[in-house]
């Protein structure tokens, strides 16, 4: 009877500390420095950065001028003037655009540099959430696996309890038995659990590019606050911070400014230049003649009007698609946006209905189970049952949580909102 007594007293300290660790408020510190960490290493991340700042220098060159065409020409036949045979000549041309392409030359630009710059936003939010739901992964494993070892103990003990009430022939054979079984099936489940855990590393250290990384640290427990989401105002949000659409309305004024600049070359371009002829010695003269100088002006004639009208044609397609495509993005993203709030709502109320519900109501039944079980009223397998029904709705707990906390994750992927 004493065995019994403490056995319980066991049981009940054991599950409350179960109950106890899930709902403790963690300190996510080593989650931000993931966090970090994959911003300054990813190669992705990198790869978009550095196409944004390339396209963000390039405005000035886009704006800028031309160079200026410098031409050297030698008469191989001297050409005789009143003042001097005409040797060579140096000539010096810099063409300019017509009156406004230069803008909408850097206009395209800067709007070809915000695409680049929101691209790398998007990378950014879906890398944060990438570490994050790997992260979050990682713990509910690490729950899962503390859970069933804290089972598989439990069980073991009970094996004792059994072998000591077998020894005084109060029990039969069959209980031992199933106890054996449940603590292999807890091996196996403990077997699986680790190697799960080796291909959310591998990805682990694929997001923050660091192949050396042998474990990832995550607390015992998630910091987290049940709250209500209001659809009209995310929606809102999405529609004036979310990367997509603000690149994507970008990318459209871009296009305009293409159809602008297309239109623009039915107009012709100038050159403005000056030319020095060099002239020699006049035939019986000692005096070189004068070198004249010759201003320049050369301009563009557009006469392929075909050409053209093509390319403001293919302008104004390219202006269209790119239209069409902002709106299938917002579409997109309201079907996101309505999967994330369902995994919200849904998760918010597994959470509730297993913390404040069944979690309790396992206990209670376990506690009942215990008490039949000492006075041979159920079997064994009855009050394994009870315990294994309590294991799972933890378990489903900690996945409430975690699901939780990947849907809010994912609403600031949408929203623009970083994290941390």
Request: no cysteine; charged share 25%; aromatic share 8%.
């Amino acid at each position: 009877m004493n065995l019994f007594i403490r056995q319980q007293n066991h049981i009940k300290s054991l599950i409350i500390l179960m109950i106890s660790s899930t709902t403790l408020m963690a300190f996510q510190g080593d989650l931000d420095i993931y966090i970090q960490k994959a911003r300054e290493n990813n190669p992705s991340l990198k790869r978009a950065k550095t196409q944004w700042q390339s396209a963000e220098v390039n405005i000035a060159a886009a704006k800028g001028l031309s160079n200026p065409t410098v031409s050297v020409g030698y008469f191989l036949e001297s050409v005789e003037t009143a003042a001097g045979p005409q040797q060579y000549k140096i000539g010096l041309m810099q063409k300019f655009p017509f009156l406004g392409k230069r803008k909408l030359q850097g206009k395209i630009q800067a709007s070809k540099a915000e695409t680049f710059y929101f691209n790398y936003v998007v990378h950014q939010l879906k890398l944060d959430h990438a570490v994050r739901s790997t992260w979050y992964d990682y713990y509910y494993l690490a729950r899962v696996t503390e859970l069933t070892v804290q089972n598989f103990k439990l069980i073991q003990n009970w094996d004792g309890v059994i072998r000591s009430k077998y020894v005084t022939a109060r029990t039969g054979h069959p209980d031992l038995i199933k106890t054996q079984i449940e603590l292999i099936q807890l091996e196996d489940e403990l077997s699986t659990l680790e190697n799960k855990k080796k291909p959310i590393l591998e990805r682990f250290r694929t997001l923050v590019n660091d192949p050396s990384m042998t474990d990832i640290v995550v607390p015992d427990s998630l910091a987290f606050e049940l709250g209500k989401s209001d659809k009209s105002i995310i929606q809102r949000q999405i529609l004036k911070n979310n990367p997509n659409i603000l690149g994507v309305k970008a990318a459209i004024e871009m296009e305009r400014a293409k159809v602008k600049r297309s239109k623009l070359n039915r107009m012709p371009d100038f050159g403005l230049g000056v030319e020095l002829i060099g002239t020699g010695e006049k035939d019986g003269s000692s005096v070189s003649g004068k070198d004249p100088l010759v201003a320049k002006l050369s301009i563009d004639i557009p006469i392929w009007i075909r050409k053209t009208n093509s390319e403001i044609t293919s302008a104004n397609y390219t202006l269209t698609g790119t239209e069409a495509r902002a709106e299938s993005i917002q579409n997109e993203l309201r079907s996101e946006l309505e999967m994330v709030l369902f995994d919200l709502d849904e998760s918010s109320r597994q959470i509730r209905l297993y913390k404040d519900i069944l979690i309790p109501k396992g206990l209670e039944s376990l506690s009942a189970s215990e008490i039949a079980y000492r006075g041979d009223k159920i079997e064994f397998i009855s009050l394994v049952d009870a315990q294994r029904r309590l294991l799972q709705f933890q378990m489903k707990y900690e996945k409430a949580v975690v699901d939780y906390l990947k849907a809010k994750s994912k609403l600031s992927v949408l929203t623009g909102e970083k994290q941390s």
